[in-house]
């Protein structure tokens, strides 16, 4: 299967400062990807779903302005958290699906291994 | 460390039977326990989840979850499948750390 990588795996911010995560899809052209937030001893929240190529679609209390993703390419999409808060410290979550495997089309969900954010 | 084995990759049941979909997990601690649908082309919605309260868990669209302990699992069951329960299910597993770790996913048929 496909292999989705995120970096920094973890990284640790003032508040205030602006902090970017990327999603990469290595071996797989991913016409969608998820971005998911999840809070200590909670599920999985989706942010917002990205096309590539357009804008992205935000779940309803997800400030965009805040949030802001791009997906300029079919192997990556990145998430930036702006003007970052200690209420923002959580673990963030991308996921490709949709896209062109070595073997043919895969409608397989893949996820990366998340990034913890810490805003001091 | 801690791992979660989705038994089956593809399951299919007829409409109106009951469903069951696998999971076992291995922990060093107590461990909370996921369950979530995708359906084609939407970001994944949780079904239910498994935090130490009761083993016996109730999740949305008449699924449930048993956590066994002695047999490491948390498999998903519902009475009667429903054409719409067609989709991914994907068992997570999460330890005291927060990390999480997904299953590979059973794909849900539903035979008419």
């Known amino acids: 299967g496909a292999v989705v990588s995120q970096h920094p795996s973890w990284v640790i911010c003032k508040s205030g400062t602006s902090v970017k995560i990327e999603c990469r899809s290595l071996?797989?052209?991913?016409?969608?990807m998820f971005w998911y937030r999840q809070f200590p001893k909670q599920s999985l929240m989706l942010m917002a779903t990205s096309n590539e190529g357009s804008k992205a679609t935000y779940e309803q209390g997800v400030e965009k302005d805040k949030f802001l993703i791009n997906h300029a390419s079919l192997t990556l999409s990145t998430l930036t958290v702006t003007s970052a808060h200690p209420e923002d410290s959580s673990f963030y979550i991308c996921?490709?699906?949709?896209?062109?495997?070595?073997?043919?089309?895969?409608?397989?969900?893949?996820f990366g291994p998340g990034t913890r954010l810490t805003v001091t | 460390a801690q791992s979660v084995t989705q038994l089956d990759s593809h399951v299919s049941v007829s409409e109106g039977t009951p469903v069951l979909l696998r999971c076992n997990y291995s922990?060093?601690?107590?461990?909370?326990l996921f369950w979530y649908v995708q359906h084609p082309n939407k970001g994944l919605q949780l079904l239910l989840k498994?935090?130490?309260?009761?083993?016996l868990v109730k999740g949305i669209n008449g699924f449930e979850a048993e956590f066994k302990k002695s047999e490491t699992s948390f498999h998903l069951t519902k009475p009667s499948a429903h054409m719409s329960d067609a989709a991914e299910y994907f068992c997570v597993v999460s330890d005291r750390d927060d990390k999480i770790i997904f299953g590979k996913g059973t794909r849900l048929h539903i035979l008419p």
């Open positions: 996921s490709a699906g949709g896209g062109l495997l070595a073997g043919g089309w895969s409608y397989e969900q893949y």
């Open positions: 071996d797989f052209q991913a016409t969608t």
């Open positions: 498994y935090t130490s309260a009761a083993t």
């Open positions: 922990s060093s601690y107590s461990p909370s």
